[in-house]
């Protein structure tokens, strides 16, 4: 079983609101950092959200107030809710995680996780 899996995302236009979802076996660890990033062609890979075993949240300046992140450790599952979509928010978004051994902030780098889900795809367009 791959140890990050991704669904939902698709084809909206601007305004709309799509779901992502992640399921990840690092959430079954004690401590953990997960996040969202997005990449669209061309371009690197930005992060986007991030959450950690304290459920402490963050988001990138460029969707806070319009995406939410959360997670439903029952289901060990991960959600990113994009909101008031703007076809700047296109691109394959990437569910990361990795195990972590000390408290402390999450990284916003690619290179901070160890774990990464195959990508969803995103597009807005009118």
């Known amino acids: 079983q791959a140890p990050v899996r991704q669904s939902g995302g698709g084809s909206v236009s601007p305004g709309d609101t799509v779901r992502l979802s992640c399921t990840a076996s690092v959430v079954a660890t004690s401590m953990y950092c997960m996040a969202w990033f997005r990449q669209a062609p061309g371009k690197e890979r930005q992060w986007v959200a991030l959450?950690?075993?304290?459920?402490?949240?963050d988001a990138s300046i460029s969707v806070k107030g319009r995406f939410t992140i959360s997670e439903d450790n029952a289901e060990n599952t991960l959600t990113l809710q994009l909101s008031t979509l703007k076809p700047d928010d296109a691109g394959m978004y990437y569910c990361?995680?990795?195990?972590?051994?000390?408290?402390?902030?999450?990284?916003?780098?690619?290179?901070?996780?160890?774990?990464w889900g195959r990508g969803t795809q995103v597009t807005v367009s009118s």
């Open positions: 990361a995680a990795r195990a972590r051994e000390f408290d402390g902030d999450c990284s916003k780098v690619p290179r901070g996780y160890t774990d």
């Open positions: 959450i950690d075993d304290n459920g402490r949240t």
